[in-house]
T-cell receptor, first 114, second 111 residues
Framework: EPEVTQTPSHQVTQMGQEVILRCVPI?????FYWYRQILGQKVEFLVS????????KSEIFDDQFSVERPDGSNFTLKIRSTKLEDSAMYFC????????????FGPGTRLTVL | RKEVEQDPGPFNVPEGATVAFNCTYS??????FFWYRQDCRKEPKLLMS???SGNEDGRFTAQLNRASQYISLLIRDSKLSDSATYLC????????????FGKGTRLSVIA
């Protein structure tokens, strides 16, 4: 069964450093998303992406964040200058079409900012 | 007002029991509704979409009441493997829109 994959599974970084989280969405999916989940809290939407541009973003997705689809398979989330409060699980998700909005999630990257 | 509210639990039930979870959502314009399950430190996994007419998938039954802005999930004949956090999720439109998650209801099925 096709699935969303994410790398790395765990990233440890120093405050102020840049990180890039990588995702490979399911191959025939057209819509891509990033969510995050701070430990003990609910899953929160960051950004959605379609046709090589951002469709929607939340208040969390400020100028420190950017997304890119550099080739036909990868979808990346970059955090330019990490803060302690960026420590969270980051989930990539994808969906096949706009009909029912069923989104399928990758296993996540645990980001720890020291 | 929280967008999606759930009883956090935990619900501790014996194997074979029937358990029901409820959820309310604040935005009456919401169009799509789901239940996801999340195991500890894992990703949310889609359990089922919830349709206005109600729907069933094996031991799982989901109901939607748009008038009351209320969604439910019923699990019959609970298994140990059902132990997880169940997330109530809504979205404003049918397609390509952010999912809004509840904080989840924790279920422990005990032998």
């Amino acid at each position: 069964e096709p699935e969303v994959t994410q790398t790395p599974s765990h990233q440890v970084t120093q405050m102020g450093q840049e990180v890039i989280l990588r995702c490979v969405p399911i191959s025939n999916h057209l819509y891509f998303y990033w969510y995050r989940q701070i430990l003990g809290q609910k899953v929160e939407f960051l950004v959605s992406f379609y046709n090589n541009e951002i469709s929607e973003k939340s208040e969390i997705f400020d100028d420190q964040f950017s997304v890119e689809r550099p080739d036909g398979s990868n979808f990346t989330l970059k955090i330019r200058s990490t803060k302690l409060e960026d420590s969270a699980m980051y989930f990539c998700a994808s969906s096949v079409d706009s009909g029912n909005n069923e989104q399928f999630f990758g296993p996540g990257t645990r980001l720890t900012v020291l | 007002r929280k967008e999606v509210e759930q009883d956090p639990g935990p619900f501790n039930v014996p194997e074979g029991a029937t358990v029901a979870f409820n959820c309310t959502y604040s935005n009456s314009a919401s169009q799509s509704f789901f239940w996801y399950r999340q195991d500890c430190r894992k990703e949310p996994k889609l359990l089922m979409s919830v349709y206005s007419s109600g729907n069933e998938d094996g031991r799982f039954t989901a109901q939607l009441n748009r008038a009351s802005q209320y969604i439910s999930l019923l699990i019959r004949d609970s298994k140990l493997s059902d132990s997880a956090t169940y997330l109530c999720v809504v979205s404003l439109y049918s397609g390509n829109t952010p999912l809004v998650f509840g904080k989840g209801t924790r279920l422990s099925v005990i032998a």
